[in-house]
């Protein structure tokens, strides 16, 4: 059975890092491009990024573009979501998603598979 496992929320400070990571238990991982979405109190879930099966293409929200990087290790089934100078609007609980065949999307009905997220908080 699909499974999505997201770990690496916490609570930092303005300007500080994270990296979150999702374990995917997947049949063929490779086959799936996964995504980084997030949901902050009172707000709809919102696309954060996006990389293909790969890793050769990648895809963000102009919100975290040149502060987050995404990418995955298909050796170990998992995809990382590195975030830098963060700030307090990125407090949300973040979700890793997976969509079969590969390409990358940023519309959430794309994506099949769903973890059950993790809290980032950032502090002013």
């Known amino acids: 059975q699909a499974q999505l496992v997201e770990s690496g929320g916490g609570l930092v400070q303005t300007g500080g890092s994270l990296r979150l990571s999702c374990a995917a238990s997947l049949q063929t991982f490779t086959s799936y491009a996964m995504g980084w979405f997030r949901q902050a109190p009172g707000k709809e879930r919102e696309f954060v990024a996006s990389i293909s099966w790969s890793g050769e293409t990648t895809f963000y929200s102009d919100s975290v573009k040149g502060r987050f990087t995404v990418s995955r290790d298909n050796a170990k089934n998992t995809v990382y979501l590195q975030m830098n100078s963060l700030k307090p609007e990125d407090t949300a609980v973040y979700y890793c998603?997976?969509?079969?065949?590969?390409?990358?999307?940023?519309?959430?009905?794309?994506?099949?598979?769903w973890g059950q997220g993790t809290q980032v908080t950032v502090s002013s």
């Open positions: 998603a997976a969509k079969i065949w590969g390409v990358i999307a940023i519309t959430e009905a794309d994506y099949e598979y």
